[in-house]
């Protein structure tokens, strides 16, 4: 493989990023929404019954991580806008949801831990599941501010803020 291909390959890959860091992300929401609906009908069990408390743990759960895939693409397009208040505050909402879910982990683990397996394993990996997804947020933001950026100046164009929404002039 000669240098060329070489970059020809990473140059298509690089187009490629966002989609997958974003498809990514929302998988890691996806599983972390398992573990909750998991949580969430144990806890609830005794009231609604089985039915009743897996509906509202999939409600929950649905919830919330749409929530943080909501404030992911919020913050990307906030970002990207220059809109840094809005942006920032974005991040600092899934910043409190990932605090959340870093609290109920260890919850979680302890009701699926066993003879096998202790909390310690469950609890590392809900754990790690959270903060690929909050490393991806960030990542996303950071590559779509990137590409905004240089897509602006490729074009000669300038950035212009106005009524809060980027504007090329």
Request: glycine share 8%; net charge positive; no cysteine.
């Amino acid at each position: 493989m000669t240098t060329t291909n070489l970059a020809n390959l990473v140059e298509q890959f690089t187009r490629i990023a966002p989609a997958l860091l974003l498809t990514i992300a929302a998988l890691t929401f996806f599983g972390v929404a398992t573990f909750h609906t998991n949580f969430y009908t144990d806890v609830f069990l005794s009231r609604f019954g089985y039915v009743g408390s897996l509906s509202f743990a999939i409600f929950l759960a649905v919830v919330h991580e749409l929530t943080r895939f909501a404030l992911l693409v919020s913050s990307v397009r906030d970002f990207t806008s220059k809109r840094l208040g809005a942006g920032w505050l974005g991040l600092l909402g899934s910043l409190a949801l990932v605090a959340y879910d870093i609290k109920i982990s260890s919850s979680v683990a302890a009701l699926w831990a066993n003879e096998s397996f202790d909390a310690g394993i469950y609890s590392s990996t809900i754990i790690f599941l959270i903060m690929l997804g909050l490393l991806l947020e960030v990542r996303l933001v950071l590559t779509y501010s990137r590409l905004n950026g240089s897509k602006a100046s490729q074009n000669g164009a300038t950035a212009k803020k106005s009524d809060g929404a980027l504007s090329l002039v």
